[in-house]
C-alpha cells in the first residue's frame, strides 16, 4: 500500500483559480456588451489556466514509447 502522492504545484493552481476568474469575468461582460475589452479578458484567463493543463498532460502516461514493438 505505498502509494506515491503526487503533490500538485500550488503556484498552478494559483494561475489556474486567476485565470478561471478572469475567463468567467471575460464572459460575463462579452454576454453583457460584447465587447473587445471582454474578448480580451477572456483570452488571457484562458492563458492563465494553460499551464496547468500542460502540466497535467506532462504527467500523463504516454502510449507506445514504453513498450514499442512497431505495433499499434
Known amino acids: 500500500?505505498?502509494?506515491?502522492?503526487?503533490?500538485?504545484?500550488i503556484l498552478l493552481l494559483v494561475l489556474d483559480l486567476l485565470g478561471a476568474i478572469i475567463a468567467a469575468?471575460?464572459?460575463?461582460?462579452?454576454?453583457d456588451?460584447?465587447?473587445l475589452n471582454a474578448i480580451i479578458l477572456l483570452a488571457a484567463g484562458l492563458f492563465l489556466m494553460l499551464p496547468l493543463i500542460l502540466h497535467i498532460l506532462k504527467l500523463m502516461p504516454r502510449k507506445g514509447?514504453?513498450?514499442?514493438?512497431?505495433?499499434y
Request: proline letters at 4%.
Open 1 to 9: 500500500m505505498n502509494k506515491q502522492k503526487r503533490k500538485w504545484p
Open 65 to 71: 514509447i514504453d513498450n514499442s514493438k512497431g505495433e
Open 25 to 31: 469575468l471575460g464572459l460575463i461582460e462579452y454576454l
Open 33 to 35: 456588451t460584447g465587447s
